[in-house]
């Protein structure tokens, strides 16, 4: 366990000394402050006050490119540096190592999801939001950026190209975004009974029929949650091996 909290205290002072964060959690604050403004000065007491659902929503959609922002360099850069090979020496195990940096951007992501509360604040002022179903999206959207993160670190670990990582982490996320138009897609072809089956499992895979239709309507379910914890279990197992075999290797 100590060594894990090494790791995590060291990375995590990495993020907040790396000027991309910053400009990453300020790129997104601007963003969705601009969108909260004119959600409330559209509104103007007309409509009910749940005006930043879109919040949650819609940072788990620029997560395909914010993911894969914070985590190319996790792995990737300690490849090409030289490092990773010098810290493999400690007495820590992969496993120990990998868990160690996931929760350090974990927790950055953590900070920055929970600064787009304030909206919810705000419209305490103006109005009653639901904040049963807030505290539900914002569950669903923690989780979902849990996972995400999980999945792109594997590039991290394959590639020692941050580009490379970034790119193939994007791709691979919005696939899974998009698992449930696929699915869709698919049933709506003739004959789609012969292929249900294939069907429900890319539906089932994706990750937004796994928030968008449940969490974020402020419905949990434990699938769901098993969900996103199966997916960042075994994106941080595939890693941990990908750095073991790495490790042989050299």
């Known amino acids: 366990m100590r060594q894990i909290i090494a790791v995590y205290k060291r990375e995590l002072g990495l993020y907040f000394r790396s000027p991309v964060a910053y400009a990453i959690a300020f790129a997104l604050m601007l963003f969705f402050g601009l969108l909260f403004s004119n959600s409330v000065n559209s509104a103007n007491g007309q409509a009910p006050a749940d005006g930043v659902n879109f919040v949650p929503n819609l940072l788990t959609f620029l997560l395909f490119l914010v993911g894969p922002l914070l985590t190319m360099r996790l792995l990737a850069e300690e490849t090409r540096e030289g490092t990773l090979e010098v810290l493999m020496t400690l007495p820590m195990k992969e496993s120990q190592f990998i868990i160690g940096k996931f929760?350090?951007?974990?927790?950055?992501?953590?900070?920055?999801?929970?600064?787009?509360?304030?909206?919810?604040?705000?419209?305490?002022?103006?109005?009653?939001?639901?904040?049963?179903?807030?505290?539900?999206?914002?569950?669903?959207?923690?989780l979902y950026g849990g996972a995400v993160l999980a999945i792109t670190m594997i590039w991290s670990a394959v590639t020692e190209d941050q580009i490379v990582a970034a790119f193939l982490g994007a791709a691979t996320v919005l696939v899974l975004?998009?698992?449930?138009?696929?699915?869709?897609?698919?049933?709506?072809?003739?004959?789609?009974?012969?292929?249900?089956?294939?069907?429900?499992?890319?539906?089932?895979?994706?990750?937004?029929?796994?928030?968008?239709?449940?969490?974020?309507?402020?419905?949990?379910?434990?699938?769901?949650?098993?969900?996103?914890?199966?997916m960042i279990i075994a994106a941080l197992f595939i890693t941990t091996r990908i750095v073991e075999v790495r490790r042989w290797r050299s």
Not at 202 to 219: F, P, S
């Open 177 to 230: 975004y998009l698992a449930e138009v696929a699915a869709a897609w698919v049933a709506s072809l003739p004959n789609q009974s012969d292929v249900s089956g294939l069907t429900n499992f890319v539906r089932e895979i994706g990750l937004q029929a796994h928030y968008e239709a449940t969490l974020l309507q402020g419905i949990i379910r434990a699938e769901d949650i098993l969900y996103f914890v199966f």
């Open 103 to 142: 929760f350090a951007v974990w927790t950055y992501y953590t900070i920055v999801l929970l600064l787009t509360v304030i909206y919810h604040i705000i419209l305490t002022d103006v109005g009653v939001p639901d904040m049963g179903r807030a505290f539900t999206m914002y569950l669903g959207a923690w």
